[in-house]
């Protein structure tokens, strides 16, 4: 008789989102004449660039013929799309990474979750609270975070960094020392961004303790600030402790489209063994690589005028997240974050938790946005708005909560 993998049944189920769905659905059966606006989601809205666009196009041409047909990929993807990471993400910033370090793959969701498994069960894992969810249940799906504390919402053996308006929702050095310490900035939930030098002492701390920082950069293209990096390799000696996470989801609207990669430096090893190897050995046996018309779409991101396209694009959320985040402050709420990210971080108002501050904001207002708490208790008594909607419904929305006169 088979059995499962035991481990998933620790998962303690992530009610979040299907909950909101639940509450906006019920209310919008009840009143229908309500028009609820969404600003829970963290997905785009804006549609694919032209010039992404007509690259697709154009590859798919190109897979409807003999001649310029496309079979699998090489294992680690296509050198124009690796080149071209390699050129504008990095060479570009000043940092030494080489096309030969970088992994495509569909997406930073799918690497987030699967980078652990080239690492030993009994590693020790550091995590923010709140804390973007993926990173922690993958490795509770893998058997390495000990047993779960329903009360307090913390798994045994997982060591938690509190962000805290007290630290500019940035973490703490932890006191325990981590072999894994994921890093994600600027960040999702609370849209918080780290300076070049405090992101050097974790660079520094890592190399020191001998951990791996695994460095989430999904949202790279919304820094606005000079000090804050854009990659974890503009920080002296991070070739040796990390492994830096990317996604063309939230720069380029592929959420839907699939694409993102992984770096791994060559000088990043345990022993003689290089993670890099390890990777590509999982990469070789365990996928076979983005699609070649998307792997296509992304090359045209790097160009003149996707790059022209894409910019106007991040700034029209961004204009979202400036309107919020004034909004809002206008109105009297405590804000942080949507300054070089699409969201926006507020304190609920009158010492109301998170889930309280739903139901008001859903029944008084029609604006649906998502409880901190989801992200982890540290998130109680905060509230996270995106900048993803469309302009005239993010207006509408602020302009419903100024109303409402808190
Ligand atoms: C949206 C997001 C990603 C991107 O995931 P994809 O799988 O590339 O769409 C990665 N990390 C964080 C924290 C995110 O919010």
């Keep these: 008789m088979f059995k499962l993998n035991e481990n998933y049944l620790k998962l303690p189920g992530s009610y979040l989102f299907s909950t909101i769905g639940k509450k906006v659905n019920a209310y919008s059966a009840a009143h229908p004449d309500k028009k609820v606006i969404r600003l829970g989601i963290g997905d ?13 196009h154009k590859a798919v041409d190109e897979m409807g013929k003999a001649e310029t047909f496309h079979g699998y990929a090489p294992e680690l993807g296509y050198e124009f799309l690796r080149n071209a990471i390699a050129e504008n993400d990095y060479k570009a910033r000043g940092c030494s990474i080489t096309a030969d370090e970088i992994f495509i793959s569909d997406g930073a969701k799918c690497d987030s979750s699967n980078i652990q498994e080239i690492f030993s069960l009994d590693n020790r894992i550091a995590v923010c609270d709140p804390v973007y969810p993926v990173y922690v249940d993958s490795n509770v799906m893998a058997g390495r975070t000990g047993t779960y504390n329903k009360e307090q919402e913390t798994w045994s053996d997982v060591i938690y960094m509190p962000c805290t308006a007290d630290n500019d ?5 932890p006191e ?4 894994l310490i994921y ?4 960040n999702n939930p ?6 070049k ?3 050097q002492e974790w660079v520094d701390y890592a190399n020191k303790v001998g951990a791996v920082i695994l460095y989430d950069a ?12 854009h990659s974890i390799y503009e920080c002296e000696g991070a070739r040796t402790c990390a492994i830096e996470l990317r996604s063309f989801s939230k720069n380029a609207g592929f959420t839907g489209v699939r694409l993102g990669f992984t770096v791994i430096p060559k000088e990043l090893k345990c022993g003689e063994t290089m993670l890099h190897s390890l990777w590509a050995r999982r990469h070789g046996t ?4 983005a699609p070649y018309i998307v792997q296509r779409a992304g090359e045209a991101v790097y160009s003149q005028e996707g790059r022209e396209q894409l910019k106007e694009q991040v700034a029209y959320y961004m204009k979202n997240a400036s309107y919020i985040y004034n909004g809002l402050k206008e109105a009297g709420y405590t804000v942080s974050g949507g300054v070089n990210a699409p969201y926006i971080w507020l304190k609920t108002p009158k010492g109301m938790s998170g889930w309280e501050f739903f139901d008001y904001l859903l029944e008084q207002a029609n604006v649906v946005g998502t409880p901190g708490s989801g992200f982890g208790p540290n998130g109680e008594g905060y509230f996270r708005l995106t900048a993803f909607g469309t302009y005239e419904n993010t207006v509408e929305a602020v302009n419903r909560i100024k109303a409402l006169r808190m």
């Excluded at 890093?183 to 600027?186: D, N, Q």
């Excluded at 609370?190 to 300076?195: E, N, V």
């Excluded at 365990?286 to 690589?289: A, F, I």
């Design 176 to 179: 325990e020392v981590p072999d």
């Design 169 to 173: 929702f940035t973490p703490e050095l």
């Design 286 to 289: 365990k996928y076979n690589g």
């Design 197 to 199: 030098a405090r992101l």
């Design 190 to 195: 609370t849209g918080s961004a780290i300076t």
């Design 44 to 56: 785009v809205t804006q549609p694919l660039a032209p010039v992404i666009v007509e690259a697709m």
């Design 183 to 186: 890093l994600c900035f600027p």
């Design 218 to 229: 999904a949202y790279e293209a919304y820094i606005s600030e000079a000090d804050v990096p």
